[in-house]
């Protein structure tokens, strides 16, 4: 599970989001509201999506005036505003964890809801994210292949502690 969150809000610019991703080298961002409540998901999915959807609307508004119906200007310019808002193109549905999810059922939730990352929450507040790319490394530790494991540390006996170690809790032996 990764710790170090990256988040943005809904009101946020999207072309931000998207320079944020590109600059963190990831592939998706929570979207958390005033309070840090988690509200959505930014991802590369849904910035694909989005921009079909984009053009889908700039083609409507162009058949409106093209067929002499006149839009206001402000009208155009809150729409134009609007849609380059995080909220524009987030995934609003969040498939979220806990803490104490078995990770075998967080990759169960990624396999059957189509997701690569989910949120892990405490309290209804974000804690952190596991990805894909965790399930993987924690998997590697526990075939005992972890390349960074000090000599002295033994293999991990499951995923579940594997991924506790990354997030740097304390695992009885």
Request: hydrophobic share 45%; net charge neutral.
């Amino acid at each position: 599970m990764t710790r170090d969150i990256v988040v943005v809000h809904p009101d946020n610019s999207l072309m931000e989001a998207v320079k944020l991703m590109a600059r963190r080298g990831i592939s998706g961002l929570p979207v958390v509201d005033a309070a840090g409540a988690i509200v959505g998901m930014l991802t590369e999915g849904d910035l694909v999506r989005w921009h079909e959807e984009h053009s889908e609307k700039q083609a409507r508004w162009l058949d409106m005036l093209a067929e002499g119906g006149n839009l206001a200007p402000a009208f155009l310019e809150s729409i134009r505003d609007e849609h380059h808002k995080v909220k524009s193109a987030m995934s609003s549905a969040v498939i979220t964890a806990s803490e104490d999810t078995p990770a075998r059922e967080i990759a169960s939730l990624m396999m059957s809801k189509g997701i690569k990352r989910v949120p892990v929450l405490r309290d209804g507040r974000l804690v952190g994210i596991v990805a894909r790319s965790d399930l993987v490394r924690a998997l590697a530790e526990r075939l005992g292949e972890r390349p960074h494991a000090p000599a002295a540390e033994a293999p991990a006996r499951s995923i579940d502690e594997a991924l506790k170690r990354r997030r740097g809790e304390t695992v009885p032996r």
